[in-house]
């Protein structure tokens, strides 16, 4: 829904992986499975602090 005010750009461009440091290896990056992403949001303020990437049907243990 538009209330006509113009759409963030950061909410219209594509999603890419980013591998962080320190991760558990048993998961892998790649995968060719769905994958669903939510956004995480500052509860009082409604501002995006991120998202979380989860996808259930590849074995962890390769």
Known sequence: ???GQ?????LAEDMWFE??????????DRTD????YFTVVDKEGGV??????????DDPNP
């Open 6 to 10: 113009p759409v963030n750009p950061r």
């Open 1 to 3: 829904m538009n209330d």
């Open 19 to 28: 591998e962080a440091p320190g991760g558990p290896p048993r998961y892998r």
């Open 48 to 57: 995006a602090l991120g998202h979380v990437w989860a996808g259930d049907e």
């Open 33 to 36: 499975k769905p994958v669903r």
